[in-house]
């Protein structure tokens, strides 16, 4: 049990490390001997867990998909305003999270996979408008699938624009300005008005996602 508790924290103490240079050099710049250093491990250490860089980038990629469970909302719309919300406050405070982003949006990465993170976002997103439509939340032109890309194409560019600008200082106020052009443009009015889109909507719902899943974790 001790090795195997041992073995997990190697692994994540290899992946934080990989994150802090893939953040802040980019998967070209990037070497394994650096993330050696910073990790503080062996070489064997590391092949065990990953084989490559590559596999080692995509280990990063994956872990930035954190257990976070979004408590339900009557209205679907809010439920997908608190996914991006969350994923902002996610981008300022965690560094697995930018390093995600920044190897997702990394031209330069090779034959890594990028499209997993918009995939993961997409998915979701369409579910959640789908039903919203189910509901009678989205005006009568919206296709789920067709704002879902919208909604995740948006928030890339917006993203991006933040970490050049200000280090993703000023983000959460890009996202609620985008949210705010984007909602009444797919939300009947009566549920629009309903919707919670300001700056503060990032940290309440980190805040009240994370309790929710301490309080689902086995005692």
């Known amino acids: 049990m001790a090795e195997q508790v041992r073995a997990i924290r190697t692994r ?3 992946l934080s490390a990989a994150a802090k240079i893939f953040e802040e050099r980019g998967y070209q710049a990037s070497t394994i001997s650096e993330i050696l250093t910073v990790a503080g491990v062996t070489k ?3 092949y ?3 084989q490559s860089k590559d596999d080692l980038a995509q280990g990063v990629l994956n872990a930035q998909n954190q257990n976070l469970v979004l408590p339900e909302r009557a209205a679907k719309l809010q439920e997908i305003v608190d996914i991006v919300m969350l994923h902002t406050y996610r981008l300022q405070t965690d560094p697995m ?3 995600g982003v920044r190897l997702t949006m990394d031209q330069m990465a090779g034959d890594l996979d990028r499209s997993g993170p918009f995939r ?3 998915v979701p997103v369409r579910e959640r408008l789908e039903k919203a439509q189910a509901q009678g ?3 009568p032109h919206v296709i789920p699938a067709e704002t879902a890309d919208v909604i995740v194409g948006s928030y890339a560019g917006i993203q991006s624009m933040s970490q050049a600008l200000t280090d993703y200082e000023d983000l959460t106020t890009r996202a609620s300005a985008l949210l705010r052009h984007l909602m009444p443009s797919i939300a009947q009015p009566s549920v629009l008005a309903s919707l919670h889109m300001g700056e503060d909507r990032a940290a309440e719902v980190f805040h009240e996602a994370s309790a929710a899943l301490v309080t689902d974790e086995p005692e």
Do not use: K, P
């Open 137 to 139: 939340e989205l005006l």
């Open 12 to 14: 994540q103490a290899i």
């Open 97 to 99: 999270v930018r390093a």
């Open 48 to 50: 065990f867990h990953f």
């Open 120 to 122: 993961n976002w997409a």
């Open 44 to 46: 064997g250490a590391l």
